[in-house]
């Protein structure tokens, strides 16, 4: 039985859109086996999910703020954040769409899009459409213009927990006009303990189910080329140790690279990846109905070696460089400027769906 409790996270946050003062609704979702999910109205954004070790000693897995105040900050490397319009990077911030030139804000140097731009669907206040017995559904309407692009959007994200520790996400859009369309959420995950940095970090191995990555340039920008992982540091298709990985993949910072998933048709779903906690005895497995997956070890977390001071985090945790790692499922980047890329553009009358599973358990 999953029993669902709600509370205020917040109250008078501004809404960035609307400017009007609005409460932030927080949801807790437990099952009976010792999972719980909490997530907010804010960027219908997951705040925390525990789960048992092989001990049975609970633990929160991602990383996340205490108060609105830490969502709100230049600091928020989107922490658990529903991604939107368009998740991931846009060169130069334009692209034709039917044979016109649309140019969107440019949010990173003044050179690109990153995540939906200024203030993304991460940033907005997200209404309550329906809470059920085993999870909730929120909107988004987004206006025509917002961050330049056309057309309003009406976005639903839907949240649900199973007994069998599945945390289900279902997000899907309409649109009035054609307009480009690719949501991720970008939960960053840590089996270890959301504390326990690049030391629990390395710990893990890393599993993931793909035949390529898109190539980028130093901009993490696609090139439009899709590289094999066959014989490269990015072939994970084996399950290994991620701490050596990365060791191996130096003088790169880390992983932050858009995996292209290997489906098995007819099947609509497949299975993503998989990473293990061996100390602890917690894997966690991904599947989706996406063609691809952003791979991101924390790499721009602040790097305290040189100085730099961590994230502020709940609990009392200071995060850092590859403090974790996202596995955001996805539509390829950058896929308004690739014609090979799988399309992103989501017409009158279509229906945009993009469905995720988060399966976590214990090896013992």
Known sequence: MVNITEDVFANGAVNPLTKSKDTIKRFTLTNGAGMSVQLITRGATITSIKTPDA????????????????????????????IGRI???????????????????????????????????????????????????????????HEGYPGKVTATASFTLSEDNCLHVQMSA????????????????????????????????????????????????PTGRITPVEGTGFDLRV??????????LQPARGYDDNFCVTFSPPQPLAKVARATHPPS??????????????FYTSNFMPDVERGE????????????????????????????????????????????????????GVSH
């Open 55 to 82: 001990s049975g000693q609970i633990d929160d897995v991602t990383l996340g703020f205490d108060d609105l105040a830490g969502y709100q900050s230049e600091r928020n490397p989107y922490f658990g954040a529903t």
């Open 87 to 145: 998740c991931n990077r846009i060169a130069n911030g334009s692209f034709y769409l039917d044979g016109k030139l649309v140019e969107v804000s440019k949010n990173r140097d003044n050179k690109f899009q990153l995540h939906g731009g200024f203030v993304g669907f991460d940033k907005a206040h997200w209404e309550v459409v329906e809470v059920r017995g085993d999870g909730v559904t929120l909107s988004h309407t987004n206006p025509d213009g």
């Open 174 to 221: 309409v649109a009035d006009q054609t307009t480009p369309v690719n949501l991720t959420n970008h939960s960053y995950f840590n089996l270890a303990g959301h504390k326990s940095g690049a030391n629990g970090l390395y710990e893990h191995t890393i599993e993931i189910n793909a035949y390529g990555i898109t190539e980028t340039d130093q901009s993490s920008i």
């Open 239 to 248: 399950s290994s140790n991620l701490g050596e990985r990365l060791k191996a």
């Open 281 to 294: 005895g917690r894997w966690l497995e991904v599947v989706s109905n996406q063609p691809g997956v952003q």
């Open 309 to 360: 001071s961590p994230i502020p985090g709940k609990d009392g945790a200071a995060y850092a460089k590859h403090g974790a790692f996202c596995l955001e499922t996805q539509k390829f980047p950058d896929s308004v400027n690739h014609s090979n890329f799988p399309s992103t553009i989501l017409r009158p009358g279509e229906s945009y769906q993009h469905e995720v599973i988060y399966k976590f």
